[in-house]
């Protein structure tokens, strides 16, 4: 594209980060949304299953095929939610806790990375500009609603 939209750059850049992690977790035979699950589950107190879903951004069926093959994996147990009879708790395994602190590891080297290649005022405005996209998106205020016929 000759002239850049800004979903474009960060399309892109999001699409070349997930191949990233997806390549460096291939080696170890899982995935990036399984690492991105072992980095949302509170290590200690486990986390709700219904709050995993929001808090990464992904839709219940592929959450729920997630956790699954993590189950399977050994890398997670479910456990009820002693303050809510209906809830589930999602809980590290030992074997969890190690794989969630190789991806731990694996976003740190990620983030060092940049860093030392992206001065201190640049990386701050990268995180004003995405903080002002999220908002806008969060409070429609990108699209408002025309009701036109076609």
């Given amino acids: 594209m000759k002239d850049k939209t800004i979903d474009y750059v960060l399309r892109t850049t999001w699409l070349a980060v997930n191949k990233m992690y997806n390549e460096e ?43 699954k093959t993590m189950e399977e994996k050994g890398l997670i147990e479910r456990k009820p939610n002693p303050e809510d009879g209906r809830g589930v708790l999602i809980h590290l395994t030992e074997f969890g806790r190690e794989k969630r602190a190789y991806s731990k590891e694996r976003v740190l080297t990620f983030n060092e990375a940049i860093k030392s ?34």
């Avoid at 949304?33 to 072992?38: D, E, K, P, S, Y």
């Avoid at 005022?121 to 969060?138: C, G, Q």
Wanted: without cysteine; charged residues 25%; glycine residues 6%.
């Fill in 25 to 67: 977790a291939l080696k170890f035979g899982t995935t990036m949304a399984t690492g991105f699950a072992l980095l949302s589950i509170d290590p200690e107190k486990g986390t709700p299953s219904t709050s995993l879903g929001p808090k990464m951004g992904m839709e219940a069926t592929s959450l729920s095929r997630t956790l």
């Fill in 117 to 150: 290649n992206i001065d201190d005022e640049k990386i701050k405005h990268f995180y004003e500009v995405a903080e002002l996209i999220n908002n806008m998106i969060s409070n429609k205020k990108i699209y408002t609603i025309k009701k036109n016929t076609f």
